[in-house]
């Protein structure tokens, strides 16, 4: 987990249609222009210039049948949605966070007694991002499940830890790494007074994450302290040891998504 990220370009270019944005018909490169249209009007040119997209994502749609001949189209995430399944599968950056969160703030609102299932395949991100996820797990009243698929690392891991008690879960090949914040981008540069104003604040996000760790995983600070010094990996009956997760799931009894019409 950073402190501080670089610039990127708004989550890739998969992310835009997630955001309802329309399909980009150009692959982008380093500070080429990218541009769209929309109802058939001409839209302003998208530059991205800090990150060079090598391919753009596919994004599968799903058709339901609606009754008669009616029929209607969904996106896969949207499809998930509507099942109160979030996926984060990606670095947690601004962009990924608000979209996380604006998910959550809808499903609570929908239904504040009904489950979210929130599956990570992260390998972390930015600290400010994070911690607008974990907040907002924290701040609805819906109760949250979470399920590492692949691998939650860094700030991902306090996402998938951060579910309620009894509801986080790991799949049986998935890895589990935690470590302490560390600043992003080329290295801080200034006066020494500044130095030392990052490196107080550093340590603070540094004491706050391993208070979080020791709270819901039951362990002593002290060996919370110890254990993230360092890259610090586990695998998930290790993972269910340490108190990050409840269990491992080889198989989910019920339908993931609710059966199509």
Known sequence: MELEQAAVAPAGLESLQLLGEPRLHALAQPGEEVRRSHGGRACQPLEYKARTVSAVAYIPTVTENEGGNRERSFDIYSRLLKDRIILIGRPIDDVVANLVVAQLIYLAADDPEKEI??????????????????????????PISTVCIGRAASFGTVVLMAGAKGRRFSLPSATIHMHQPLIGGKGLQGQASDLDIHAREIVRIRTVLNELIAKHTGQPLERVERD?????????????????????????????LAATR
Do not use: H, K
């Open 117 to 142: 299932q929130i599956y990570v395949n992260s390998p972390g991100g930015a600290v400010s991002a994070g911690f607008a996820i974990y907040d907002t797990m924290q701040y609805v009243q819906a």
């Open 228 to 256: 993230t010094d360092r890259d610090f990996f586990l695998n998930p009956e290790e993972a269910v040891e340490y108190g990050l997760i409840d269990g491992l799931i080889q198989q989910t009894p019920v339908p993931v």
